[in-house]
């Protein structure tokens, strides 16, 4: 029966299918529903791991031991399990073991846009791209397989468009396979570098194999059509190719985008007239066709920049664009903003009322980058902003007293906890705020080890930030309620007076989570009101001005009592049920 899925549960669905058993991942938009869907499925362990690296360094254990495992992360996700990768592809698999990894063209939300099919190059392995979700289903489906018949991990590639796209799939049934003995080799799994050397020339031989498969695997697959135009292509590109030109020109669809096929790129561009290649981002099939002495049409005409689309292609060939719908008015910009009621906002406008620096960090407290708190100052990755903050006061030692690292509780779990060591250990007067809103916000509220909670929902071992933060020499960690903004003001006076280093916990749940409970919505009273706009300084979506007054919308009000602290004229009020 055919069934409308998004491309990540496809994948999730085709894993399973697939006779998957064990699953670890870090969630990361926009890969993080193919791990949500396999926790479904009570036969499969799944869980969170507190990063990339412990999760695909999980699955290879699960697959050494013998059961078909995966792991998935988005893109930046693969930088920090890149580790990992590089020796699996020495040591191979005993059960079948898939990557998953979510490309993010475009950035819709990531801090780059690099290309994952570089890692499968460098690592060796290979590399599967579905372009829909009935092929994110045959693919994650298949790449068992192919990781056991060549004894290697497999890297499934989606795209934020693949990924969250909906399109009809047609599953199968699961397979049961029998779990593989665990048989010590330690010529095969022990990396020292007298094993590994022996072990790099099974890689290369492995390759020459792969690139054999990929000349008549089923992933790649030629569409004759005219003979004019010849098109190579590959993932969402493809149906953007097809939507623009449907079969009136010949297209080769990558399906493997490594090993790259020799023969059969050589073959189809043989058979037409002028040869294209339709890639986002990097030109990594078109500099392979260039150094099989082709010279395809590409990135001069088709930018590296961001996402394509079927009306970027058509003005490409100077057809005009498909007919698409477009709205009839031009909707107001809505720049992405902490939520009314973040926990986030107070320690934020804290800090920017302080004029601190404040060196940062990945997930949703990085909007406190918009205006108008303006309250951070840089964003690199995860983790960066602890291990950041040490470089930074090194250097300049002036700026102690006045700087201070932000940072999520997942996040700090993530990749903080080294960066907060190093501080202890070569000892610099670094503040760390932890922003511990019980959850993990930006990618949809999921368990992370400071919750109490596993991927299941069910009771977990629970992280003590305070006592971590103590057993690795911090002697100043106090914790404070960021809708406090007196004690907030205090926290951070106080600690970026100390001379040694110190955290501060800002803790309250995200106002988002449904055991949460809001209060009543405020009211302005117009009569005390004088327009000061001193409370517009929070950056609170529920606040606005109406008639040359603040107003509050009590849809989106929760009470939080915060601008209530702020208004120097009481003109902010409990009562908003009567609005």
């Not at 059960?95 to 993010?104: H, K, N, R, S």
């Not at 080294?418 to 610099?428: E, K, M, W």
């Not at 993990?440 to 509220?445: D, E, L, N, Q, S």
Request: proline share 6%; hydrophobic share 40%.
């Amino acid at each position: 029966m055919k069934q409308l899925m998004i491309g990540n549960r496809a994948v999730a669905r085709g894993l399973y299918d697939g006779g998957i058993k064990f699953m670890s991942s870090y969630p990361g938009t926009p890969s993080t529903e193919i791990t949500e869907f396999i926790a479904k499925y009570d036969n499969v362990k799944s869980e969170w791991a507190p990063n990339e690296k412990v999760g695909m360094e999980a699955a290879f254990g699960a697959s050494l031991a013998g059961v078909r495992s995966a792991c998935a992360m988005k893109h930046v996700g693969l930088n920090v399990a890149a580790d990992p990768l590089f020796t699996m592809s020495y040591t191979g698999v005993n059960g079948g073991l898939v990557i998953c990894v979510a490309d993010d063209p475009a950035m819709h939300s990531s801090q780059n846009e690099q290309d994952s099919r570089h890692y499968a190059i460098a690592a060796k392995v290979p590399m599967l791209e579905p372009s829909d979700s009935q092929e994110a289903y045959d693919f994650a489906k298949a790449a068992f397989d192919l990781s056991e018949k060549f004894d290697t991990p497999v890297i499934l590639r989606m795209c934020t468009r693949v990924a969250h796209s909906q399109s009809l799939v047609t599953a199968g049934e699961r397979a049961e396979i029998p779990d593989k003995p665990y048989c010590k080799n330690g010529a095969k799994y022990i990396m020292v570098p007298a094993n590994a050397i022996k072990r790099h020339v099974v890689v290369e031989e492995r390759t020459k194999l792969l690139r054999e498969f990929a000349e008549n695997c089923p992933f790649n697959r030629v569409e004759m059509g005219g003979k004019e135009i010849g098109i190579i292509t590959s993932g969402t590109s493809y149906q953007y190719v097809k939507e623009v030109f449907g079969d009136t020109v010949s297209v080769l669809k990558i399906g493997m985008p490594n090993p790259l096929p020799v023969k059969l790129i050589k073959d189809f561009a043989a058979s037409v007239d002028k040869l294209y290649v339709i890639e986002e981002l990097d030109p990594i099939i078109e500099t392979h066709c260039r150094n099989l002495g082709l010279n395809p049409i590409g990135k001069e005409l088709f930018s590296p920049l961001g996402e394509y689309s079927q009306e970027i292609i058509a003005k490409a060939f100077d057809l005009p664009a498909k007919p698409f719908v477009k709205a009839d008015t031009v909707a107001p910009a809505r720049p992405p903003m902490l939520c009314a009621g973040c926990p986030h906002r107070g320690i934020y406008y804290t800090l920017a009322k302080n004029k601190v620096t404040v060196i940062g960090d990945i997930g949703c407290y990085t909007l406190g980058a918009q205006p108008p708190l303006c309250a951070v100052d840089s964003t690199l990755c995860m983790g960066a902003s602890v291990s950041g903050i040490h470089g930074f006061l090194k250097a300049n030692e002036s700026a102690a007293g006045k700087t201070v690292a932000v940072i999520g509780d997942s996040t700090f779990m993530h990749s903080g906890i080294t960066g907060l060591v190093n501080i202890a250990y070569n000892g610099s007067d670094s503040t760390v705020i932890i922003l511990d809103n019980s959850i993990t916000g930006m990618t949809g509220h999921q368990q992370n080890p400071t919750t109490g909670f596993n991927i299941k929902g069910d009771p977990a071992g629970k992280v003590d930030l305070e006592a971590l933060c103590r057993s690795i020499g911090i002697k100043r960690v106090r914790v404070v309620d960021p809708y406090d903004l007196k004690a907030c003001d205090t926290a951070v006076k106080e600690e970026l007076a100390a001379k040694e280093p110190s955290v501060i916990i800002s803790r309250r749940p995200c106002v988002l989570l449904k055991y949460v409970k809001t209060n009543p919505p405020l009211l302005i009273n117009r009569e005390k009101c004088r327009a000061c706009k001193k409370c517009l300084s929070l950056g609170c979506p529920a606040i606005s001005f109406k008639e040359g007054k603040a107003h509050i919308d009590f849809t989106l009000c929760v009470g939080c009592g915060v601008c209530e602290g702020l208004c120097p004229f009481g003109a902010i009020e409990n009562g908003g049920e009567k609005q």
